[in-house]
C-alpha cells in the first residue's frame, strides 16, 4: 500500500520561510517522479514543482520560480519543498504525488496523493 504524508505546514508572516516533507513508503522511491501541489480555496489545483527519480531534474512553476526549492532523500523515502519569501497568495493546501515522470504528473496522471499540509502566510 503506497503512503504518502505531507508535514511541515503552518503560519507565518509574509516574508517567511517553511519547509514541507513527504514520506513515502509502499513501492520503490527512486525510480519514480514526485511533485507538489497545492489548492487555496475557491481555486484550482495548482502544479508547484516536480522532481524526477534518479536524475533529481526539477521544474517549477513561474510563480514559485527563485523562492521555492524542491528536493528528494532516495535514502529516506523522502521528499521536500524548501518555501522562501513567502507571499500572502502562497497560501494554500498542498500535497505531494508520485507518478512514472514528471510530465506525468504535470498532465495530471498521479498514481497517489498524501492528504495535505495547510500554509497560511498573514500580510
Known amino acids: 500500500q503506497v503512503q504518502l504524508v505531507e508535514s511541515g505546514g503552518g503560519l507565518v508572516q509574509a516574508g517567511g520561510s517553511l519547509r514541507l516533507t513527504c514520506a513515502a513508503s509502499g513501492r520503490p522511491f527512486s525510480t519514480y517522479a514526485m511533485g507538489w501541489f497545492r489548492q487555496a480555496p475557491g481555486k484550482e489545483q495548482e502544479f508547484v514543482a516536480t522532481i524526477s527519480g534518479n536524475a533529481n531534474i526539477a521544474h517549477y512553476a513561474d510563480s514559485v520560480k527563485g523562492r521555492f526549492t524542491i528536493s528528494r532523500d532516495n535514502a529516506k523515502s523522502t521528499l521536500f519543498l524548501q518555501m522562501n519569501s513567502l507571499k500572502p497568495n502562497d497560501s494554500a493546501t498542498y500535497y505531494c504525488?508520485?507518478?512514472?515522470?514528471?510530465?506525468?504528473?504535470?498532465?495530471?496522471?498521479?498514481?497517489?496523493w498524501g492528504q495535505g499540509t495547510q500554509v497560511t502566510v498573514s500580510s
Open positions: 504525488a508520485t507518478g512514472q515522470t514528471s510530465l506525468s504528473l504535470l498532465s495530471g496522471a498521479m498514481d497517489y
